[in-house]
């Protein structure tokens, strides 16, 4: 079993920059792949961008493409989330999640353990 702990949301003008930190507990975090999500008011909770278990292979949806960069440090037990050129369409609640396969990367179902959320607001 693996517990996520989001930080490094906050409110940032549009065009900045934020960088999001999930950190796992327990020894096995290189045996999952990471996931993030996030939910705006109103909406379903939509993926975003995920990471296999070494780093070596990365995902978005295309509305980050080129915007955000996932990374994970698997010595410290944290995935991360660089997100540039923010717009106030990325305003929302941004969960890390976590799974063992690496099928259906953009399916939230299919992840097993998610953080608590941290809220990101980018004002226009």
């Known amino acids: 079993q693996v517990q996520l702990v989001e930080s490094g949301g906050g409110l940032v003008q549009a065009g900045g920059s934020l960088r999001l930190s999930c950190a796992a507990s327990?020894?096995?975090?290189?045996?999952?792949?990471m996931g993030w999500f996030r939910q705006a008011p109103g909406k379903e909770r939509e993926f975003v961008a995920a990471?296999?278990?070494?780093?070596?292979?990365?995902y978005y949806a295309d509305s980050v493409k080129g915007r955000f960069t996932v990374s994970r440090d698997n010595a410290k037990n944290t995935v991360y989330l660089q997100m540039n050129s923010l717009k106030p369409e990325d305003t929302a609640v941004y969960y890390c999640?976590?799974?063992?396969?690496?099928?259906?990367?953009?399916?939230?179902?299919?992840?097993?353990?998610w953080g608590q959320g941290t809220q990101v607001t980018v004002s226009s």
């Open positions: 990471i296999s278990w070494g780093g070596g292979s990365t």
């Open positions: 327990g020894r096995t975090f290189n045996n999952y792949v």
């Open positions: 999640a976590a799974k063992l396969q690496l099928g259906s990367i953009d399916d939230r179902s299919k992840y097993n353990y």
